[in-house]
T-cell receptor, first 113, second 111 residues
């Protein structure tokens, strides 16, 4: 069974204080790993897809990296508007093509001004 | 804006009742997914439809059912509602080799 564990559950940062969020996963065969941002009362918003170990993707202050067992979301010099819950999901290779992502419980990030 | 539309945004109903949640996918997306999100469980996959046909099932209760219509919109039907069914229900859509894009959900409160 695919499993995704995110840590920490919650993170408080001061504006400008860089940090990293962790996503550890077990999956029989990885088709893709996704990062999403979710604001309160809203649906998850897609950020990145990573496909293979060593791959990196960047968007503004966010950089996602991938190894064979975990992914990191690095947040550089965060701003209060980066406050949100960040979700990680793994999409397995499955015969028949129903690639259903399994989500972690997320890391709740609060950035104080 | 993800392009996925869910209605209604909020639903308050009593135990034992039946409700229908509606989802319009992004233009061109053939796959629709339904997820349930509660505080203690995170995002749990319920069911997937592809071009009108059921493709995959997750931890969906027998009291719940879904369908996807020829115009690709989807409905999730929840019946004999219990207090524990209170949650956020999300619809997502995707096309081949694309990530899931989510709507803003329907918040269901069962009293």
């Amino acid at each position: 069974e695919d499993q995704v564990t995110q840590s920490p559950e919650a993170l408080r940062l001061q504006e400008g204080e860089s940090s990293s969020l962790n996503c550890s996963y077990t999956v029989s065969g990885l088709r893709g790993l996704f990062w999403y941002r979710q604001d309160p009362g809203k649906g998850p918003e897609f950020l990145f897809t990573l496909y293979s170990a060593g791959e990196e993707k960047e968007k503004e202050r966010l950089k996602a990296t991938l190894t064979k067992k975990e992914s990191f979301l690095h947040i550089t010099a965060p701003k209060p508007e980066d406050s949100a819950t960040y979700l990680c999901a793994v999409q397995p290779f499955v015969s028949g093509g129903s690639y259903i992502p399994t989500f972690g419980r997320g890391t709740s990030l609060i950035v104080h001004p | 804006d993800s392009g996925v539309t869910q209605t209604p945004k909020h639903l308050i109903t009593a135990t034992g009742q039946r409700v229908t949640l509606r989802c319009s996918p992004r233009s061109g997306d053939l796959s629709v997914y339904w997820y349930q999100q509660s505080l203690d469980q995170g995002l749990q996959f319920l069911i997937q439809y592809y071009n009108g046909e059921e493709r995959a099932k997750g931890n969906i209760l027998e009291r719940f059912s879904a369908q996807q219509f020829p115009d690709l919109h989807s409905e999730l039907n929840l019946s004999s509602l219990e207090l524990g069914d209170s949650a956020l229900y999300f619809c997502a859509s995707s096309s081949t080799n694309s990530p899931l894009h989510f709507g803003n959900g329907t918040r269901l409160t069962v009293t």
